[in-house]
């Protein structure tokens, strides 16, 4: 009976590592503004990243947290978003992070002028600083391809 558990257990184990072995990396589909390596070596990322139906968008900064920093970062997304053919209505998650929640709460009519009424799932948080010391502003989309 023990060489049976021993046998059974052996077999899930062989079964569970050849399993693993065979599975196939997910297939990626990367862009990062026009870069020929389709990603950010030195920082280590990509700004926008396809995996299936679903496209993320890094953060996109600014240094300026007025109606000019606000609409730079909104634009630079929406570049992002026609690298693949989507709009904003095709966002469905917006993660917005800022060292001024007060001030952005003041530009937020510039960011809802993308979105034309569509509003995406959305959390905001301040924060004290982000990667790059002077950004006052990071945004970061998910969208989904239409089927």
Do not use: C
Not at 28 to 41: M, R, V
Not at 71 to 98: C, I, M, P
Not at 120 to 147: G, S, Y
Request: glycine share 6%; charged share 20%; proline share 3%.
């Amino acid at each position: 009976m023990n060489r049976n558990i021993f046998i059974t257990t052996f077999l899930l184990i062989s079964f569970a590592a050849t399993a693993q072995q065979t599975k196939a990396p997910i297939e990626k589909e990367k862009w990062h503004w026009g870069n020929p390596n389709k990603q950010n070596t030195s920082a280590g990322y990509a700004q926008a990243l396809k995996v299936g139906d679903v496209l993320y968008i890094s953060g996109t900064v600014t240094t300026e947290l007025n109606e000019k920093g606000v609409k730079q970062v909104y634009a630079g997304l929406e570049r992002s978003l026609k690298q693949y053919g989507l709009t904003f209505q095709h966002v469905v998650k917006e993660n917005l992070y800022t060292t001024d929640i007060e001030a952005m709460k003041q530009f937020n009519y510039v960011r809802k002028q993308f979105y034309k009424g569509d509003f995406p799932a959305a959390t905001w948080v301040q924060i004290v600083r982000l990667f790059m010391p002077d950004a006052k502003l990071e945004v970061e989309l998910i969208a989904h391809f239409p089927k």
